[in-house]
């Protein structure tokens, strides 16, 4: 059964329609990648899932849950994380705090008793903290965890992004172009690390522009364009795909294909 | 990474700070001061709570000045009005017995039935929290300079309300509010044999309340609160429910507004309708932001010295004037407030007294000296 | 009088009312639309203009009082803008709206301790404050026509010159968006000059033609930045236009709660009102839905 499953979900933005009646499904543990030129909904799709955005009509399920229409904070806690296209790391804390805002959807004492430390509070207080030192320990980030958020090279910053994402112990990833920005070895690194956080049991939705990524890291690509899925299908079946290599004409599809 | 100092030093510091007050005043003779130093200690009460707002939640409310004024006459009216009149209703025989009414004398000796000052001081925390949540849950949807107009709204209608009825004393205000006996031998009242003993219900009032917020902006909760100031929509996609963290933190605030509104009530035996007015609430705000916005202890010292000030007067007529440059001058020169400055400098200064060699390399990180300070905005 | 005109003068002494209202939610909006800033001096410029002119009246005629109380106001804005609102880039808006609160605590003061507690006002531009004009029936007076024209000739002045002129077209450009606008050349900086400076001209004009009715005082200019404020918001921030339309509604409102409620209860009718809008429309009625929040830093 799909862990993700997307049903018939548009989406118009005035008269603009960004993502039109596109349906597809996640397996759990596959890495599935969306790609698609400039412009073909990659993003709103994703904000569609993780809840930014409400869908016009169509209905998505996670696991045994539809949670269509569910608010960002919601769908985070039923086991959907992400990570943005621009870092959004909050800049006013230091690294690790960062990390351990990720583990609020995980954690449960409210405004009384962290205000009067109530028993039990300060050992979850502490909890929270290990489990964000792990996090950074295992982006490899550690030495950085009393350093402000703001005081990081962008590099950073995606990882710290994902430390976060990944103390949400999300079942489901979504990943927008975590490979922008980011030079050759940094993309290397990224892709090593994306592999190892499947091999935890997470399952990865990639928006991405570099094809050699992502032909190389994916399970099964969608490609989208003008807000409509063109195609479907492994890596080697979307690079004979006639659709996607007319819209890929030129430019990336070639790259594609050469690697 | 071991804090050198306790985490606690500071309240210690703070707490025998306020203890050794009244020893020195009285030393100085200069007891009266207590009077003014105890109203300024709850209006700082109002100011930590916007704090808490602004500084962290990342919001605005220019209605504060109507949560401490709507805790104040709440309490004023039920201790003041009295409810013999209604001898004839049945319910009354059970109602006199019952720890909720006192019977009392009023001004004049004439004997009069009121609700006690605990509960008025409840029903005065259960209206605060209700009409907080009414004002708060359609607010807080709005943003920036819009929730600004919105709570200056609300605090007009609360101010212009409690003008024109005439059981809130219209523009006389509400007069002859009794003492109120906490239990454990304490009792707010401003009689002047107990002055001390009151400015150490507000000082511990204060420091209780600061206690709190210290530890609830260095939770779970805290953090979260600044994720919603830095960034709303991550915060909201890390699994933060933003719109009722952001009404929590209101309405906490104002019920701490109220709060201070009842003893400042009982403490001075009585309110005004100016405690409502605009001005009020815009002064909280600028306090808030003069004492740094999201750094307690900056916010709390800032508010009680500059309230301190004004009501001593001072400056004379000049007193508005030097409140008004006062702000200016601290909100450009020290935007973080005046703390986080001087603690960096301090740090400095210990950084030079240091051997070189032992001086920390990478500046970005905090020095462990300072850990049991307030990390002020980052904590 | 018949309960008709009784309506009209009602209605009438709202649009009086709105007009200023909307002058002063004008100041807000050039201001705001250059800054980013609500400037809560924005009041203080109106009890300036009056005294200045009130001061000046003395002296010269009052044609000439009120050019040199509009120029020497206006002044005064730019100065504020190159005092703090030029230095103090780094400040976030909320830093810089608490310095506007701090500027008008101070500009009263220095007002109380320039001239006195005293009100005062200029004398009527036409006729004086028995001579009324017929109106449908309602009777007027005729500073009131002075009040309702001099609004008008503002704000179409000031549509063409922001719609037509150069100066006008860098200002709306610099307010949608700063960086493309300093690349095209604009001299951002002088452009939020220029808009403090013409929020307070507009407003120190509007304290002139007011002064005759509703007196000048040292303390009148926080009512009305908070009037005026609603009334900007009610209208949609960045819009000036629209701020005239808020101005207006708010003044008629006002007038006519005050005819049906006790005197006491009228800014509640107001505020109530406001709210209602607000919570229904989050961006008032002709304001664009925006990034913009108040921010720490």
Redesign the interface.
């Known amino acids: 059964m799909a862990l993700l499953e997307v049903d018939n979900v548009r989406h118009s933005f005035g008269g603009l329609v960004a993502i039109d009646r596109v349906s597809f499904e996640v397996a759990p543990g596959q890495i599935k990648s969306v790609i698609g030129p400039n412009g073909a909904g990659k993003t709103t799709l994703f904000n569609i899932v993780c809840g930014l955005l409400r869908p016009d009509s169509g209905n998505i399920r996670f696991g045994d849950r539809a949670i269509t229409g569910f608010k960002p904070y919601q769908i985070a806690r039923a086991g959907v994380s992400r990570t943005f296209q621009n870092p959004s790391l909050f800049l006013q804390m230091n690294v690790l705090e960062n990390v351990m805002v990720g583990r609020h959807c995980r954690t449960r004492w409210e405004f009384l008793g962290c205000g009067v430390r109530w028993p039990g509070q300060p050992k979850e207080e502490a909890a929270i903290r290990e489990a964000a030192q792990a996090q950074l320990e295992y982006v490899g980030l550690a030495h950085l965890a009393e350093c402000p958020a703001g005081a990081l090279a962008f590099g950073e910053r995606r990882m710290v992004e994902l430390a976060r994402a990944l103390a949400t112990e999300p079942q489901l990833l979504l990943l927008d172009e975590p490979g922008s920005g980011l030079n050759t070895r940094e993309k290397a690194d990224l892709g090593r690390m994306i592999r190892r956080v499947r091999e935890r049991g997470v399952t990865i939705l990639l928006v991405e522009h570099d094809m050699t990524l992502v032909m190389d890291l994916s399970d099964a690509i969608l490609v989208l364009h003008n807000g409509a899925r063109i195609a479907e299908g492994t890596p080697s079946e979307i690079q004979n795909d006639a659709n996607v290599v007319r819209v890929y004409l030129g430019g990336e599809m070639n790259h594609a294909a050469a690697s | 990474m071991k804090p050198r100092l306790k985490p606690g030093l500071p309240f210690v510091l703070l707490a025998a700070a306020l203890a050794i007050v009244p020893w020195i005043l009285r030393r100085a003779e200069m007891e009266y001061c207590l009077t003014q130093l105890t109203m300024s200690l709850y209006y700082a009460i109002v100011v930590l709570g916007l704090c808490l707002v602004m500084g962290y939640a990342g919001q605005v409310s220019l209605g504060h000045g109507a949560f401490f004024a709507i805790g104040g006459y709440t309490s004023a009216v039920l201790t003041t009005c009295d409810v013999s009149k209604w001898q004839t209703a049945a319910w009354l025989g059970w109602i006199k017995q019952s720890p909720f009414c006192i019977a009392r004398e009023d001004l004049f000796g004439n004997p009069i039935l009121t609700v006690s000052p605990w509960a008025a001081f409840f029903a005065a925390m259960a209206l605060t929290f209700v009409v907080a949540n009414l004002i708060g849950y359609p607010a807080l949807r709005l943003r920036g300079h819009y929730l600004a107009m919105a709570t200056l709204g609300f605090g007009m209608i609360v101010h212009k309300v409690i003008l024109g009825t005439a059981f809130t004393g219209a523009a006389d205000g509400i007069n002859g509010v009794p003492e109120w006996n906490l239990g454990l031998g304490l009792t707010v009242s401003g009689k002047r044999p107990l002055r001390i003993e009151n400015y150490f219900i507000a000082g511990g009032l204060l420091l209780l309340l600061l206690v709190l917020l210290h530890n609830l902006v260095r939770s779970r909760v805290g953090r979260a609160l600044q994720a919603i100031h830095d960034r709303e929509t991550a915060a909201n996609a890390m699994g933060i429910n933003t719109a009722l963290y952001k009404l929590k933190t209101f309405v906490l605030s104002a019920l701490m507004a109220a709060m201070a509104g009842v003893f400042f009530t009982h403490y001075t035996a009585g309110i005004g309708p100016s405690e409502a007015g605009a001005f009020k609430s815009v002064r909280y705000v600028a306090l808030a932001a003069a004492g740094g916005m999201s750094s307690l202890w900056g916010v709390t010292g800032m508010s009680t010295l500059l309230n301190y000030m004004s009501l001593r007067g001072l400056f004379g007529s000049y007193d508005n004037a030097v409140f008004g440059l006062l702000l200016i001058g601290i909100v450009s020169l020290a935007p973080e407030g005046p703390l986080k400055p001087l603690a960096r400098l301090v740090r400095r200064l210990a950084g030079a007294c240091r051997p070189p060699n032992a001086a920390q390399p990478d500046a970005a990180r905090p020095n462990n000296g300072l850990e049991g300070r307030p990390r002020h905005g980052a904590a | 009088m018949e309960s008709g005109n009784l309506e009209l003068q009602y209605f009438l002494s709202g649009i009086t009312k709105g007009s200023i209202y909307a002058v002063v939610a004008i100041g807000f909006n050039l201001i705001?639309s250059a800054t980013g800033v609500?400037n809560?001096a924005q009041g203080e410029f109106v009890m300036l203009g009056g005294m200045v002119a009130v001061t000046l009246a003395r002296f010269v005629p009052l044609p000439v009082a009120l050019a040199g109380a509009v120029v020497i106001v206006a002044l005064v804005g730019c100065l504020l803008e190159i005092l703090?609102f030029r230095?103090?880039q780094?400040?976030?808006?909320?830093?810089l709206?608490?310095?506007t609160?701090?500027?008008?605590?101070?500009l009263?003061?220095?007002a109380l301790?320039l001239w006195d507690e005293k009100v005062r006002s200029l004398p009527y531009f036409t006729g004086n404050e028995i001579s009324t004009l017929k109106f449908l029936g309602a009777a007027i007076s005729p500073q009131v026509l002075w009040v309702l024209a001099t609004v008008a000739v503002i704000v179409v002045l000031l549509h063409i010159f922001l719609k037509y002129t150069l100066p006008g077209r860098a200002m709306r450009a610099g307010s949608s968006n700063p960086s493309a606008a300093m690349l095209a050349g604009i001299n951002i900086a002088n452009m939020r000059t220029l808009a403090f400076g013409l929020s307070a001209a507009i407003g120190a004009l509007a304290g002139c033609v007011i002064s005759p009715i509703t007196m000048t005082h040292y303390e009148m200019g926080?009512p009305l930045a908070?009037k005026g404020?609603?009334a900007a918001?009610v209208g949609g921030?960045g819009n000036p236009m629209a701020a005239v339309l808020g101005g207006l509604m708010v003044g008629v409102l006002e007038a006519y709660s005050v005819s049906r409620l006790?005197?006491?209860?009228?800014?509640?009718t107001v505020?109530?009102v406001?709210?209602l809008v607000?919570?229904v429309r989050?961006?008032?009625f002709w304001g664009r839905p925006g990034g913009?929040?108040?921010?720490?830093?």
């Open positions: 705001y609500l809560f703090f230095r103090l780094r400040h976030s808006i909320l830093h709206v608490i310095i609160i701090g500027l008008s605590i101070v009263q003061e220095i301790h926080a908070i404020f609603a918001i921030l006790p005197a006491a209860y009228s800014d509640v505020f109530a406001l709210l607000l919570f989050p961006h008032g913009e929040s108040v921010r720490e830093h």
